[in-house]
């Protein structure tokens, strides 16, 4: 199967207006949202780039998981693309970090977090985090870390959805 027939790369594509709209809500509708650059997301770990109107942009790494791992309300990074090549956790450079599960018809997100990533990564080097250790994906040879959203700090959030707070958004200047 192609990888642009996997069922994961159809779900990402299903989420990106909702992830737009979320976008929208926090810095209004004059923003470009541009994707595609398969050299920024392969070498840097960036699936998104917002340009506001004054020409200065974002770089985002967004990840939009199933539903049927909403409970689990976890930030999750790739921790080596398999056994021997390291992943994200060790390569991404984006500014920002979007991850969301979504509801079962795929129309809104059960809960996500957008986080400043590279103050996320200064405090993960700082405390160490509560991250998980690296558990190995069933489905592929890629292993994953995550982090739940309860407890990232809130310093490193800059917008919210959990099932235990509705809606908290914040927005870092």
């Not at 770990?45 to 409970?71: H, P, Y």
Request: net charge neutral; charged share 20%.
């Amino acid at each position: 199967m192609s990888f642009e027939n996997n069922w994961r790369r159809q779900q990402e594509l299903i989420a990106r207006p909702i992830i737009d709209a979320i976008y929208q809500s926090l810095w209004g509708d004059d923003i470009l949202i541009s994707r595609n650059s398969e050299y920024f997301d392969k070498v840097y770990g960036i699936d998104t780039r917002v340009v506001f109107g004054n020409g200065m942009l974002l770089s985002i790494q967004e990840k939009a998981l199933s539903w049927n791992f909403a409970a689990k309300q976890t930030l999750t990074i790739e921790y080596m693309q398999n056994i021997a090549e390291q992943g994200n956790w060790f390569l991404s450079l984006p500014q920002l970090y979007f991850c969301g599960y979504l509801v079962e018809d795929r129309t809104a997100f059960d809960s996500y977090v957008l986080v400043n990533y590279p103050t996320l990564v200064l405090w993960t080097a700082k405390t160490g985090g509560k991250w998980s250790e690296p558990l190995q994906n069933k489905q592929s040879l890629a292993s994953l870390i995550f982090i739940r959203f309860v407890d990232i700090p809130p310093h490193c959030v800059i917008a919210s959805k959990t099932r235990r707070t509705i809606v908290e958004q914040r927005i870092l200047i």
